[in-house]
């Protein structure tokens, strides 16, 4: 079993820059693929970043060049750095963890994961 807790949420201004992490328990960290989701409200779930066990990324379009997701390995933590923050920004988002395609890198789907964290609040105002 794997836990996830997400920090660092909070309200920003509009370009703007915040940093969210995510501590996982489990012996076997290193081998998931660790992945960033977020919700807005009456939306679906949506992928926003992906990092594999080898360290290859992946990020959704609308994010792309301005968030960086990232891995620690030793201390089980994965962190977003969003930069240039917009109002569209504004969502629940989620850590998630993918303990059975860790080396793979085109997984997008919410169903492509096994744990999940409970979220954190992101608001981006104009």
């Known amino acids: 079993q794997v836990q996830l807790v997400e920090s660092g949420g909070g309200l920003v201004q509009a370009g703007g820059s915040l940093r969210l992490s995510c501590a996982a328990s489990g012996r076997i960290f290193s081998s998931y693929a660790m992945g960033w989701f977020r919700q807005a409200p009456g939306k679906e779930r949506e992928f926003v970043a992906r990092?594999?066990?080898?360290?290859?990324?992946a990020y959704a379009v609308s994010v792309a060049g301005r968030f960086t997701i990232s891995r620690d390995n030793a201390k089980n933590m994965v962190s977003l750095q969003m930069n240039s923050l917009k109002p569209e920004d504004t969502a629940v988002y989620y850590c998630a963890a993918d303990q059975r395609y860790g080396s793979s890198l085109n997984r997008r789907s919410a169903y492509d994961y096994d744990y999940w964290g409970q979220g954190t609040q992101v608001t981006v105002s104009s």
């Open positions: 990092m594999t066990s080898l360290g290859r990324t």
